[in-house]
């Protein structure tokens, strides 16, 4: 007898990825291990006549399973008591995963970068021809779509995409879906929320700007990778931890924006894993302030700056005296590539900057006899040559400038303006060059 397995947690990529696998191999029993999912849950009571799942702690017929299909992960921690039947059970097993890291070993393998396992075996079906009907188009779009965050997250690739686009010609509609994928949090998600919000502390690690919260919990609250997902976002977060007591146990979720933090090699050294952007991990006989102290001494050898600010600033820098007339800058900044300029005073210190429009829209009401300290934005930001790109990053966003002075010691070696930003988000990755 063949099964199909998941991780515990049941989510719509895992569920979409089973029966994707069910459909590809031409049948088998679906077991699902622990507590589904909320929306998840949900989905399968308005679909029981389409979606055939049973719980593997209620499942009599261990002793006929040969071969057991693995999808969406290849870890023991995930399997719950399903890892005891396989420790004692010699099966063939078959594994589907997208995380770059496990410690099950299939007899066939197909693990594959992209942003949801689901992808992987819709692509199969589409090579083999196999009929997909809408419903199940309707799930393999949600089972996508959870996972990439509508394809919005890092992790999605341009395959996700292009199965979204075929899943879409076989009559998945995105708006039969939506509900699934926005359902809002019940009370207890809300007041775990609400107590990671409140609890969130900010944290610099080797010049890393990171968040972690904590809490304690007396019931046990599912969803946590989803509410700290939501937080991160809010409060426009680069790199946060939500660290959470449940009874015995304390998960352990991280989630980064950045390139800086490796969070599927964090979690492994906790004993969880998922995706280098997002993963977590579950720890025994512990507590959420001891975990929280591991994490962060954890943090000081693991996250480590890659980019720099030096890596991306513009130099040699175009800079103004505060004292020049207009119309003496005029014709050295209209053949400048720069858009703004810092301003020194006579001792070479940096007091201001000015924009080329702003010297340019004096120039129209000929205004040239002004000073460029009369026009120049005194607001000044100033970032250590080694600052992580992360924290770069993150400066424009709160700061909201045009131009962010890069300096080593007491003096200026560059400037970075979002153009340079965005030069360092998309070279390499199929767009600026």
Same mark, same amino acid.
């Given at each position: ?30 077991? #699902? ?65 997208? !995380? ?15 942003? %949801? ?31 990439? @965050? #509508? ?6 690739? %341009? ?146 700056? @890659? ?28 053949? #400048? !590539? ?96």
């Amino acid at each position: 007898m063949r099964v199909f397995v998941s991780h515990e947690g049941m989510d719509f990529d895992s569920l979409a990825g089973m029966v994707a696998a069910r459909k590809l191999y031409g049948g088998g029993e679906l077991l #699902s291990l622990g507590k589904k999912r909320d929306n998840v849950a949900l989905f399968l009571k308005l679909h029981y006549k389409y979606f055939s799942i049973e719980k593997f702690s209620r499942f009599k017929n261990l002793a006929d399973i040969t071969e057991v299909v693995m999808v969406d992960t290849r870890r023991r921690q995930r399997l719950g008591r399903f890892a005891d039947f396989l420790e004692k059970n010699p099966v063939n097993i078959i594994i589907y995963d997208h !995380h770059p890291g496990g410690d099950i070993t299939g007899e066939e393998n197909y693990v594959e970068a992209t942003g %949801a396992v689901t992808t992987l075996l819709v692509e199969k079906l589409f090579e083999k021809e196999i009929y997909i009907d809408p419903v199940e188009a309707a799930l393999f779009l949600l089972g996508i779509y959870e996972d990439t @965050g #509508s394809l919005t997250y890092s992790t999605t690739t %341009a395959r996700d995409v292009a199965a979204v686009a075929e899943l879409m010609k076989r009559g998945g509609r995105p708006e039969n879906i939506h509900a699934f994928l926005n359902r809002e949090f019940n009370p207890l998600q809300h007041k775990l929320q609400d107590m990671l919000k409140e609890s969130l502390q900010a944290y610099s690690v080797n010049g890393l700007p990171l968040h972690i919260a904590t809490a304690v919990l007396d019931e046990i609250v599912g969803g946590i990778s989803d509410i700290l997902q939501r937080i991160h976002t809010l409060e426009n977060l680069q790199t946060s931890f939500a660290i959470v007591q449940m009874g015995k146990k304390v998960l352990v979720v991280g989630k980064t924006a950045g390139d800086d933090v490796n969070m599927n090699e964090i979690m492994t050294a906790f004993g969880g894993g998922g995706h280098i952007k997002s993963a977590s991990a579950t720890l025994l006989d512990t507590t959420a302030p001891d975990v929280k102290e591991r994490l962060l001494s954890l943090l000081k050898t693991k996250a480590v700056p @890659g980019i720099k600010a030096e890596d991306i600033m513009s130099r040699p820098v175009f800079t103004l005296n505060e004292n020049e007339k207009l119309g003496s800058v005029i014709e050295k900044i209209i053949y #400048s !590539h720069y858009r703004s300029a810092p301003v020194e005073n006579d001792q070479g210190q940096i007091v201001g900057w000015v924009s080329k429009e702003k010297i340019m829209q004096m120039r129209e009401k000929k205004q040239l006899h002004v000073p460029v300290k009369g026009i120049m934005d005194r607001f000044l930001v100033f970032l250590p040559a080694d600052s992580p790109v992360d924290r770069v990053r993150e400066t424009f966003f709160k700061e909201n400038v045009s131009l962010i002075i890069v300096t080593k010691g007491e003096n200026m070696a560059g400037i970075i303006t979002p153009s340079d930003v965005v030069h360092y988000l998309h070279a390499g990755k199929g767009g600026l060059s």
